[in-house]
Each structure stands twice: as C-alpha cells, then as structure tokens.
C-alpha cells in the first residue's frame, strides 16, 4: 500500500513538473515581476527613514526657496527663486555598466513650466543628468512633457494638471533615455540624450534658477532593467543594402524613403534589427522595385504581444547621381589631390604672404589669428565665400581670434569630416553672406536637380542660414523663425528643425529646376540676424555653422513631373480614394462641425496645400487640395465637396456611412456590420443598430451586407 501510494504521489507530482515545463516552453519569454532595487519611497514620508534601503529620508538642497509639505497620500513641493531641489539625503548606489534602469513616479502640477525631474550621477563611471521637463497645463490650452529645457523641440501634449505616472528608461549605454507615460506601452519621446552635471546621485524634484515650480508626488520608484522592455515594439536598426534611408532612421520615426539612382540594382535587401531581443520582426529580405518604385512594411511585435509597430519604406529611383559634379562636396581634401589632414605632402596648400602650411592645430584654416588680412588668407577648395571683409576687424586689418577650416566631424556628419565658419562677437556676417560654387552650364542639362547637404547650428545661433541652390532655398527652422529676415525673389521652404548644437548635423534638400545654358549656383546662405530683427548669440560669431556632404541629383523628368496623389483620408467620414479621381462628393454624419483631410503623394517631397480643417456648421465645405511636382510647375487639383446628413435629408436615409470619433466606430445606415483589420482578421462583429465600437489605433475594413466595402482610419 505504502509503494502504491509513493508510485500515485510520484506520478501526479510528475504530471504537475510535465505541466509546469509544457508551460515554461510554451511561453519561453515569460518575465517575472520586476522589482524596485534602488528606490520605493511614498513619499507622503518624505523626510522620514523608514528603515530599508529604498525608504530612506529624503531633504532639500537649494540655492534659492523650496518648501516641501506633507499631505494625505503625497507630498508638494514648491520653489522659486534659484535653484532648488527635493532628492534622497543619501546618495543611491553606483550604477552598473551595460544595464538599464527604470525610474518610475507618480506627479501632479500645480503650477510652472520648467519643472524638472531629473535622474543624477555621479560616480567615476558615471556622471550624467536625464531631466523630464513638465510644463502645465490641461493638455489642451497648455501642458507638455520634453527632454528639453522651454519643451519646445521634441515636447509631447499631456494634462500634467492631472495625477500621471512617468517612467524614465536609461539605456545600457547610460548616454540615452525613454520617456513613457502609463497606459501608453510606447515610448512618447525616445532617445534623449544626457546632459553633464556632476551633483550627488538620486533622483530630484525641482527648478533651475528664476524658475518657478509646484508640483505633488505621490511615489518614487526606481530599479535595476528596462521595466517597459517587454512592451518595447520598436527597431534599433533599419538598412539598406543600396540606396539612402530618408531620413536616418530613428526608432521613433516610423516611415522612409530609400531614394536609389538609376544606376542601383532594382533589387534591394531591407535588414532591421528589434530594439529589445525577444521581439519579433516581420518583412525584413529583398524588395524587387517596378519601374523604379516599391513600398514594404516592417512590423515589429513586443515579448508579451501587447504592443506592434509598423515601419513603412518607400523606395524610389529619383535620377541620375552626380555628386561628381560638386568639387569637394565632402570637405575631404583642402586642394585638389591632397587631404585636409595630409599636411606632410609637398602640395599641401600654404599662406600666399609667407609660404606658412594651413594646416594649425590638426585642421585645415585658411586664416591665422592677428596674422591674416584680406589679401592673404587662404581659399576653401573648391568653394568660394561671397565676402571676407567681415573678418578682418583688428585695427591693423589683420583678424582676431576666430574659428573656421576644415577638421573631423563626428557621427552626425559624413565620412568623419566637416567645414566651419565660426568668429568671434566682434564680427558680424554680411546680410546673405554666401558660402557656394557654380557648377558650369557645359556640364547641366534642362531639367529638375536635387541639392542636398548637412548642416548644424549651435544653440542660440539659428539666424537665417539655409542651403540654396540658384534661388531656391531651404531654411533650417520652420516658417516661423524667419519674419523678419527672409530675402524677396527666393523661393522658400522649410527643414522644421530647432538647433541642437553645431555638432548635431542635419539633413537639408532643395530641388531647382533649370532651363537649357543655365548654370547652378549652390551652397549656403546666411547672416547674423535673427528672424526677429536682434543680433543671435554673440558667444561666438552669431549665426555660425558647420556643414557637410553636398550632393547633386537630376531627377528623372516623369517623377519630376509627377503631381498625384497616393492616398487621401479625412478625418470623419470614408472617402473611396483613386488617384486619377480628381473630385470627390462625400456625405458626413449627422452634426459633423469639421472635418480636416490628410494627402500623401505619390512623389515624396511634391508639394501639397488645401489640407487643413474645414468649417461644416453651414452644414456644407469643400477642400481643395493642389498637388505640385517637384518641378515647381506641374501641378494637380484634388476638390472634396462635403455635406452633412440630416433628418430631413430623406435621400441619404438608405445610405451607409462610417465614421470614426477618436477611438470610437460609428456605422450609419446598417443593422449589423463587421470590422477586419488590414490583415483580414476579424476585430468585431456587430448585430444591432446605432452600436458603436472601441479600437486600437490602426486601419480597419468594415463590411455590411450591403456590396462593397469601407476604410476607416482610427488615430
């Protein structure tokens, strides 16, 4: 009895191991519950040790005023004057290279735009600060989240007025960081960058000086791995086995364009790597191109299934690669043959007064401080500045200290060197100072070109500098920066970009079309001024640069040319849209105040206009949306005429229409309906009328018993 009743335990105890391993192999990436190491602090006892090591006390230090008052269920602190800061008495413990931590708390503004939470080390591996920026607001008339102090470049919309829980991911390399806020499983901005400050490690809540803040927290929270991991669908590598990925990939930006010349393989392999292992990627291999065009998705879905992201890739043959044409167009060399940094060749270029090399410390210059005057300085090769004079500011007509040349770059810029102009605040550039070379007519034809370049401003120094080529021209910033220094007779667009640092290049593009016997004249242009008529930063010469990687494209004449559209979707309502279908007749539900449609071209970078909110409270509107090509002169007219369905509209009561109100599906018109998402994997089944259905963002198809089908797009 005594064996049969060992044999009965050990097969059911066997049975429970034989379950437990099916489970284990099941769900191999299962993670158990992460823990908080380093700091669990209510911080309701902010100023109480409550004995552990992630409880301990936790006290001000301030330059200016903070007082810090316990509540039921928080503390509030509050700040003005200079700095001053709430963080824990005893320093935290070193981190550990190669891993990540994730600091986890619970906030409410009260007040202030500059509020900051910050993780700080110091240590001798480690000396860094990873700042969250809050401002308030209600997420409507105000309210944001950044990594940039003013939250202006890379700010995320949010209600910081109401309780949020944020959490900060340091990468592995502690150099980057992800911001997220709770109930949204993807980072809200990705790869921030530290900041240097050496203060005592912890995590603080405050205000930098003449910044006002008060704010309630409820909890800090902070532990050793990248908590979020599990939920992370994103790429921490996108390529190209040939062609350009436009822009440069970042794990935030979700859609490319491979711009190819004629000359690449009309083949290309698409490779993508997950940003956390245990994710998997879909739609990575060869991409064969048709008439110089094609389109591919990468999807990435998290460990747990939770989360998915889709990577869109456009790959278009653009023309003709003629960066030949542009004498050096990547700063390599400082005369024709010899490098900027091969200062043992005979040929290296010298100062024409006394036979002295260009090359001072480690980088080609073409002037010396108190030496140079304006009949001696050296020349840029290949490349020309419209006006010297501003240099040459020293009594005796020599120039003062200054900066510029040719010398190594760093990541952001190509093949590992860059050019400068840089001075000093006695200086000040000519209005449209130009940096450029003309490339001759004998070797142009008639036709649209494509200029390319990178470019980097120091912070404070964005003034009025943008890639030109002929008259037309691309500013760094966006529209707004430039009121009062734009130039009459050029043609403008706009990068959009906020200066991030001289050594933080980014990428510019102009096209310009020609007729036949006409030159190119291309480079950069710029001045001292900013767009709202005051001297920029006079830390430096103001409105100083770096730039880099000219390069000259002529685009074939049936893309130049091309003004269609690919696809348009309105905000309410379904639109059957067909790209030579140039006028659309689109009813909207019921009590419809506006709707704002959305164009994509069939050409990236092809102009389009007409796209903004519509008025419909007259019960009727129409958009018109105008398409130009790349030319500059081709163009194509989209016309959308929108009416609203009312009661007493007895025509449209036998129509079907669909409509989306944030995350919510609305079906007109029908009993039953049933929703697919663009897989074909039914998402919804619907038996009633007037029911309405909750989904994720996304496209979805829905079908009635009616023919056809409807698309609706949830944002």
């Given at each position: 009895m005594r064996g049969n009743s060992l044999l009965t335990f050990k097969r059911n105890d066997m049975k429970k191991i034989n379950l437990l391993l099916a489970f284990v192999l099941l769900f191999g990436n299962f993670s158990f519950a992460q823990t908080w190491d380093i700091l669990d602090k209510s911080m309701e006892l902010?100023?109480?040790?409550?004995?552990?090591?992630?409880?301990?006390?936790?006290?001000?230090?301030?330059?200016?005023?903070?007082?810090?008052?316990?509540?039921?269920?928080?503390?509030?602190?509050?700040?003005?004057?200079?700095?001053?800061?709430?963080?824990?008495?005893?320093?935290?413990?070193?981190?550990?290279?190669?891993?990540?931590?994730?600091?986890?708390?619970?906030?409410?503004?009260?007040?202030?735009?500059?509020?900051?939470?910050?993780?700080?080390?110091?240590?001798?591996?480690?000396?860094?600060?990873?700042?969250?920026?809050?401002?308030?607001?209600?997420?409507?008339?105000?309210?944001?989240?950044?990594?940039?102090?003013?939250?202006?470049?890379?700010?995320?919309?949010?209600?910081?007025?109401?309780?949020?829980?944020?959490?900060?991911?340091?990468?592995?390399?502690?150099?980057?960081?992800?911001?997220?806020?709770?109930?949204?499983?993807?980072?809200?901005?990705?790869?921030?960058?530290?900041?240097?400050?050496?203060?005592?490690?912890?995590?603080?809540?405050?205000?930098?000086?003449?910044?006002?803040?008060?704010?309630?927290?409820?909890?800090?929270?902070?532990?050793?791995?990248?908590?979020?991991?599990?939920?992370?669908?994103?790429?921490?590598?996108?390529?190209?086995?040939?062609?350009?990925?436009?822009?440069?990939?970042?794990?935030?930006?979700?859609?490319?364009?491979?711009?190819?010349?004629?000359?690449?393989?009309?083949?290309?392999?698409?490779?993508?790597?997950?940003?956390?292992?245990?994710?998997?990627?879909?739609?990575?291999?060869?991409?064969?191109?048709?008439?110089?065009?094609?389109?591919?998705?990468?999807?990435?879905?998290?460990?747990?299934?939770?989360?998915?992201?889709?990577?869109?890739?456009?790959?278009?043959?653009?023309?003709?690669?003629?960066?030949?044409?542009?004498?050096?167009?990547?700063?390599?060399?400082?005369?024709?043959?010899?490098?900027?940094?091969?200062?043992?060749?005979?040929?290296?270029?010298?100062?024409?007064?006394?036979?002295?090399?260009?090359?001072?410390?480690?980088?080609?210059?073409?002037?010396?401080?108190?030496?140079?005057?304006?009949?001696?300085?050296?020349?840029?090769?290949?490349?020309?500045?419209?006006?010297?004079?501003?240099?040459?500011?020293?009594?005796?007509?020599?120039?003062?200290?200054?900066?510029?040349?040719?010398?190594?770059?760093?990541?952001?810029?190509?093949?590992?060197?860059?050019?400068?102009?840089?001075?000093?605040?006695?200086?000040?550039?000519?209005?449209?100072?130009?940096?450029?070379?003309?490339?001759?007519?004998?070797?142009?034809?008639?036709?649209?070109?494509?200029?390319?370049?990178?470019l980097g401003i120091a912070a404070g120094h964005l003034t009025s500098q943008r890639l030109f080529a002929n008259q037309n021209v691309q500013f760094f910033g966006n529209e707004a920066d430039y009121e009062l220094n734009k130039t009459p007779g050029e043609i403008y667009s706009y990068a959009g970009y906020a200066p991030t640092g001289e050594n933080d290049g980014k990428g510019l593009k102009v096209y310009v079309t020609i007729a036949e016997g006409d030159s190119l004249k291309i480079g950069l242009r710029g001045g001292s001024y900013k767009g709202d008529g005051n001297l920029a930063n006079t830390n430096n010469l103001p409105g100083w640069f770096k730039l880099d990687y000219f390069t000259l494209a002529k685009v074939d004449p049936t893309i130049a040319s091309d003004a269609t559209l690919s696809d348009i979707s309105l905000s309410v309502g379904n639109l059957a849209f067909s790209p030579e279908t140039l006028t659309y007749n689109v009813a909207l539900p019921e009590g419809t105040m506006s709707v704002t449609p959305s164009a994509v071209s069939n050409i990236p970078d092809a102009t389009i206009t007409g796209v903004g909110e519509v008025d419909l409270s007259s019960n009727s509107g129409t958009s018109t949306i105008v398409v130009t090509a790349l030319d500059g002169t081709t163009k194509k007219t989209y016309t959308i005429n929108y009416s609203t369905v009312t009661k007493l509209d007895k025509t449209n009561e036998s129509k079907v229409f669909c409509y989306a109100d944030g995350r919510i599906l609305k079906v007109h018109g029908v009993d039953s309906y049933t929703v697919y998402n663009v897989n074909g994997v039914r998402v919804a089944n619907v038996n009633s009328a007037d029911t309405s259905v909750e989904l994720n963002p996304g496209v979805y198809i829905i079908k009635t018993r009616k023919p056809g089908a409807m698309k609706v797009i949830i944002k």
């Open positions: 902010w100023d109480v040790d409550e004995g552990g090591t992630t409880n301990k006390a936790w006290s001000t230090l301030k330059g200016g005023t903070i007082t810090v008052q316990s509540n039921e269920g928080y503390a509030n602190v509050n700040k003005s004057g200079k700095w001053a800061w709430l963080r824990p008495t005893t320093a935290i413990p070193d981190l550990v290279t190669n891993t990540a931590y994730t600091v986890e708390v619970k906030v409410r503004l009260n007040s202030g735009d500059q509020c900051q939470i910050s993780l700080r080390m110091n240590s001798a591996i480690d000396k860094f600060f990873a700042p969250i920026f809050l401002k308030y607001g209600d997420g409507v008339t105000g309210g944001s989240v950044s990594t940039v102090a003013g939250g202006t470049s890379n700010a995320y919309t949010l209600n910081t007025s109401d309780w949020q829980i944020y959490r900060l991911v340091l990468h592995p390399n502690h150099t980057n960081y992800d911001i997220y806020i709770d109930g949204i499983n993807e980072p809200v901005i990705a790869t921030g960058t530290v900041g240097s400050k050496t203060d005592q490690s912890g995590v603080y809540f405050g205000a930098e000086s003449n910044q006002s803040c008060n704010l309630d927290i409820e909890y800090v929270k902070m532990g050793t791995g990248d908590f979020m991991a599990p939920y992370n669908a994103a790429l921490s590598a996108l390529s190209v086995s040939d062609g350009v990925l436009i822009p440069s990939f970042n794990p935030g930006v979700t859609e490319y364009v491979c711009e190819l010349y004629n000359t690449d393989p009309n083949t290309v392999t698409l490779s993508a790597t997950a940003a956390h292992g245990p994710a998997q990627v879909t739609g990575t291999g060869q991409v064969n191109l048709v008439n110089g065009q094609a389109t591919s998705t990468v999807t990435v879905t998290s460990e747990n299934g939770a989360t998915t992201k889709t990577y869109k890739i456009n790959y278009l043959k653009l023309g003709d690669n003629l960066n030949s044409l542009i004498v050096n167009n990547d700063f390599d060399y400082a005369a024709a043959g010899v490098a900027w940094n091969d200062n043992t060749n005979p040929n290296y270029p010298t100062f024409p007064d006394d036979g002295v090399s260009t090359f001072v410390s480690n980088c080609f210059r073409p002037v010396r401080t108190n030496i140079t005057t304006i009949d001696t300085h050296a020349e840029f090769y290949g490349w020309q500045l419209s006006d010297w004079s501003y240099m040459f500011t020293n009594l005796n007509g020599t120039t003062p200290a200054q900066s510029m040349g040719i010398g190594s770059g760093n990541e952001t810029f190509h093949s590992g060197t860059a050019m400068w102009i840089a001075g000093n605040s006695s200086m000040t550039f000519p209005n449209n100072f130009e940096f450029y070379q003309t490339i001759d007519k004998t070797s142009l034809s008639e036709g649209t070109y494509k200029v390319t370049c990178i």
